[in-house]
């Protein structure tokens, strides 16, 4: 079988070493499509491939109709809102993720943005601690577990609400369990979103549920932008100049949220997944799990249906 990684934007040389190592190693073929400046370049590549892993790459009705071959794409990290899934379905196509591989690099990004969000965004003046403060964590998966594993060390009393994960589980973990979102609006000092994009969560965090945070609260978003309504944000911290926003995700509105000079900050570029591990990690398993499938139909990871 051919196995295409097609990446915009690489992974690291160590991750192709590894991923090599698992696709020859079950005898499959792997071919390399790296730093690609069209889409026609995608379009070629693909139309023998077998397989695909990709990164942050998108997966439209137009790939899939000029991958005449391909059986499963594996998307390298957790989020896949960049694979149409309607159309990987229709075209009998498993979609494929790899949860947990970069929630680490993740969390621990969490708290670079938080630390320097309460330390005044080391402009010289007074900040404050984290020690003691109530974290809220909204959605409760890989990300969300580790970002509540980091909170522990901090000292932060932490809470969580996620629709789809028992309220038992999250208490085993050591968190305070809420109703719903707007209670962990309420309770918390910062809040930091673990949520997908989807059509029930895109626009969701909106100034109904931002404006019930407390004085001086912190809003962290390291999950997808879709999930901010921009211009209610906006006109909600014109409005409370206590409030902060901190992302590694740039929002479409970047210029009217830099205005707030002091209570912003974004990445220049999404940085959730940037670390070594987290790219070796992604690599190897989407190589893992595509062998998987080859050799037994294995479809644990799949997302579309």
Request: net charge negative; glycine share 6%; aromatic share 6%.
């Amino acid at each position: 079988m051919k196995v295409l990684v097609a990446t915009e934007k690489p992974f690291a040389p160590v991750a192709i070493e590894g991923i090599r190592k698992e696709v020859e190693g079950a005898g499959h073929e792997l071919v390399l499509l790296e730093k690609y400046t069209e889409k026609a370049q995608l379009l070629a590549a693909v139309a023998d491939a077998d397989a695909m892993i990709i990164r942050s790459d998108k997966v439209d009705a137009e790939v899939l109709d000029a991958a005449k071959q391909l059986k499963i794409v594996v998307r390298a990290g957790a989020g896949y809102d960049n694979i149409d899934l309607a159309a990987a379905t229709a075209h009998q196509v498993v979609a494929e993720n790899t949860p947990g591989q970069n929630a680490n690099a993740v969390a621990e990004l969490v708290f670079g943005l938080l630390v320097y969000a309460v330390r005044s965004f080391y402009n010289g003046k007074a900040g404050s601690e984290l020690l003691g403060k109530k974290l809220g964590i909204l959605a409760f998966g890989n990300v969300g577990r580790n970002v509540a594993r980091i909170a522990k060390g901090f000292g932060m009393d932490i809470y969580a609400y996620d629709a789809y994960c028992p309220a038992e589980v999250i208490e085993a973990a050591g968190v305070h369990a809420v109703e719903n979102q707007e209670v962990l609006f309420q309770t918390c000092d910062v809040v930091s979103l673990h949520i997908p994009a989807t059509a029930e969560t895109k626009q969701s965090i909106n100034r109904a549920l931002v404006s019930q945070m407390k004085k001086g609260a912190i809003l962290v978003n390291t999950a997808r932008k879709e999930v901010i309504n921009e211009p209610e944000l906006i006109q909600l911290m014109a409005e409370r100049t206590d409030l902060k926003f901190v992302t590694d995700i740039k929002p479409d509105a970047d210029a009217e949220f830099a205005a707030f000079e002091g209570r912003y900050f974004s990445t220049p570029k999404k940085m959730g997944a940037q670390t070594a591990e987290a790219n070796i990690n992604a690599g190897i398993a989407a190589a893992r799990q595509i062998n998987a499938y080859f050799a037994d139909g294995c479809t644990k990871f799949q997302v579309n249906k």
